[in-house]
């Protein structure tokens, strides 16, 4: 009885460091959504473009998410550990077949990843296959 009893509390103790793990992630890497926004940018892709409000010190990551979760703008994409998020499809752009997508802030391309570029109110993006 008693080794199962600490068979037990060592999966309760996995369990629980995983959920510390997965809520402390949470947190970490998604916006507040209750944040109301102190500036705006300007954002277009594919001939759609949209206002882009955002919290002060938010990165560009950050008010893409709030925009979709707003349901006013669409992307996909993959998040890589070290580098980032990579945008893979926002509007009705595609990165398909060698063709890659890049940003372009206040039309210069950019020289960070959306994860790492702080918005300024007024910047205007604008998205490009290439």
């Known amino acids: 009885m008693k080794k199962y009893f600490k068979k037990f509390i060592f999966v309760l103790l996995v369990v629980f460091a995983f959920s510390i ?4 992630f949470r947190t970490q890497y998604l916006p507040e959504k209750t944040i109301s926004p102190a500036a705006s ?5 594919g001939g759609t473009t949209i206002d882009l409000p ?7 990551y950050e008010a893409m998410f ?3 979760e707003a349901g006013t703008l669409s ?3 993959k998040n890589y550990p ?5 945008v893979t499809d926002i509007g009705d752009l595609h990165a398909t077949g ?16 959306v994860s790492t570029l ?13």
């Open 21 to 24: 793990f997965i809520f402390g």
């Open 41 to 45: 940018a300007t954002i277009s892709a």
């Open 54 to 60: 955002f919290p002060a010190g938010a990165t560009l």
């Open 66 to 68: 709030l925009a979709r």
């Open 75 to 77: 992307f996909a994409g």
């Open 82 to 86: 070290i580098l980032g998020f990579f």
């Open 98 to 113: 060698g063709e890659n997508l890049f940003y372009y802030i206040n039309g210069e391309e950019a020289l960070v990843g």
């Open 118 to 130: 702080s918005l300024k109110d007024g910047d205007v993006i604008e998205w490009k296959l290439k």
